[in-house]
T-cell receptor, first 110, second 114 residues
Framework: AQRVTQPEKLLSVFKGAPVELKCNYS??????LFWYVQYSRQRLQLLLR??SRESIKGFTADLNKGETSFHLKKPFAQEEDSAMYYC????????????FGQGTTLQVKP | NAGVTQTPKFQVLKTGQSMTLQCAQD?????MSWYRQDPGMGLRLIHY???????DQGEVPNGYNVSRSTTEDFPLRLLSAAPSQTSVYFC?????????????FGPGTRLTVL
């Protein structure tokens, strides 16, 4: 079965500290993985996808198939990074169906 | 483009009442879906559709019905509301096929069932 696990409900760090939001998945095929973010009073939006291997707002995420992980990292957290972050998995098929993790609230303190 | 729109933004129902949450998109997306967001549970897929006339169940479909008569609209019906359906509901849409991965979300509907 497909599953996405985000073990931390809340991650609280000080501004300037490194951040790592954990995401583990279970899927026997070749998954496509994403990070979505929901800022306060805004709608959920795509942050980054593993296929593009990009850095968005200083965040990066590397797909580790051996450890079945897709952790989100940023070397220096900013207060504006405070938000809810969701890891999501899509089967490498033709549909758009996404499976989301439980979400992690990132709180960056001044 | 308005993107994905949802109505209403807020709704309070009594147990047993029925209602329809509306969702529309103007991006000609084939795929549309409904999620509910609950604390500690993340986003759970209720129903989804890969095109007009085609719908399927997600993880938590019980108590909800959907239909897709047009590409643009994907309403979610609660037939007999229960307190367990108190949640925030999000509609999302996307293209389908390789390379079309981003799901666009609506602003959400906050539903309270008393």
């Amino acid at each position: 079965a497909q599953r996405v696990t985000q073990p931390e409900k809340l991650l609280s760090v000080f501004k300037g500290a490194p951040v790592e939001l954990k995401c583990n998945y279970s899927y026997s095929g070749s998954p496509e993985l994403f990070w979505y973010v929901q800022y306060s009073r805004q709608r959920l939006q795509l942050l980054l996808r593993h296929i593009s291997r990009e850095s968005i707002k200083g965040f990066t995420a590397d797909l580790n198939k051996g450890e079945t992980s897709f952790h989100l990292k940023k070397p220096f957290a900013q207060e504006e990074d405070s938000a809810m972050y969701y890891c999501a998995l899509k089967r490498s098929s033709n549909t758009g169906k996404l499976i989301f993790g439980q979400g992690t609230t990132l709180q960056v303190k001044p | 483009n308005a993107g994905v729109t949802q109505t209403p933004k807020f709704q309070v129902l009594k147990t047993g009442q029925s209602m329809t949450l509306q969702c529309a998109q103007d991006m000609n997306h084939e795929y549309m879906s409904w999620y509910r967001q609950d604390p500690g549970m993340g986003l759970r897929l209720i129903h989804y559709s890969v095109g007009a006339g085609i719908t399927d169940q997600g993880e938590v479909p019980n108590g909800y019905n959907v239909s897709r008569s047009t590409t643009e609209d994907f309403p979610l019906r609660l037939l007999s509301a229960a307190p367990s359906q108190t949640s925030v509901y999000f509609c999302a849409s996307s293209r389908m096929g390789l390379g079309y991965n981003e799901q666009f979300f609506g602003p959400g509907t906050r539903l309270t069932v008393l």
